[in-house]
T-cell receptor
Framework: GQQLNQSPQSMFIQEGEDVSMNCTSS?????WLWYKQDPGEGPVLLIA?????ELTSNGRLTAQFGITRKDSFLNISASIPSDVGIYFC???????????FGKGTKLTVNP | NAGVTQTPKFRVLKTGQSMTLLCAQD?????MYWYRQDPGMGLRLIHY???????AKGEVPDGYNVSRLKKQNFLLGLESAAPSQTSVYFC?????????FGNGTRLTVT
């Protein structure tokens, strides 16, 4: 089946630093989504991407849908302690009812 | 508007016991999903439904059954719980693309 490779698995950074994480796939996707999960809660949508090459921002977060449609990245600028959590990418192929999730990037921000 | 609500939030079962997890959504979404989340494994799809009265297998369906008798509810059943089913279970629903998740059910099987 389809698989997503998400990296890095974990990151330990200082407050104020920028963060970058990415996902790659062996399959083409029509939609890329980025979610954040806080401890004890369900994932919450951060950014949705629907077109190859699309670059979308949400506050300090920026995500891009790769031109090949097989990858996406998420950047967080000027990190703050509340950015701590697990970030998941997810992809959806054309005509599929299912989303495929990456294994997550666990972000720790040291004040 | 509560979104996606999961009950119970926590449960401890003994091996061999059965239970049902309930997911309810008030957004009139057609699609509903059950995932399990284990450390280092991300979210894995158990079963899903594309509409009332329909169900389909996901990536890890063994040991689970589901039912979607009403559009707003999606039930996940464990007939004979095993320790390997210790996990956090998330329900999600959608109309278009983004999934909306519940806050999870933490299940421990001893």
């Amino acid at each position: 089946g389809q698989q997503l490779n998400q990296s890095p698995q974990s990151m330990f950074i200082q407050e104020g630093e920028d963060v970058s994480m990415n996902c790659t796939s062996s399959s083409i996707f029509n939609t890329w989504l980025w979610y954040k999960q806080d401890p004890g809660e369900g994932p919450v949508l951060l950014i949705a991407l629907y077109k190859a090459g699309e670059l979308t921002s949400n506050g300090r977060l920026t995500a891009q849908f790769g031109i090949t449609r097989k990858d996406s990245f998420l950047n967080i600028s000027a990190s703050i302690p509340s950015d701590v959590g697990i970030y998941f990418c997810a992809g959806q192929g054309g005509g599929s009812e299912k989303l495929v999730f990456g294994k997550g990037t666990k972000l720790t921000v040291n004040p | 508007n509560a979104g996606v609500t999961q009950t119970p939030k926590f449960r401890v079962l003994k091996t061999g016991q059965s239970m049902t997890l309930l997911c309810a959504q008030d957004m009139n979404h057609e699609y509903m999903y059950w995932y399990r989340q284990d450390p280092g494994m991300g979210l894995r799809l158990i079963h899903y439904s594309v509409g009332e009265g329909t169900t389909a297998k996901g990536e890890v369906p063994d040991g689970y059954n589901v039912s979607r008798l009403k559009k707003q509810n999606f039930l996940l059943g464990l007939e004979s719980a095993a320790p390997s089913q210790t996990s956090v279970y998330f329900c999600a629903s959608r109309a278009g693309s983004p999934l909306h998740f519940g806050n999870g059910t933490r299940l421990t099987v001893t």
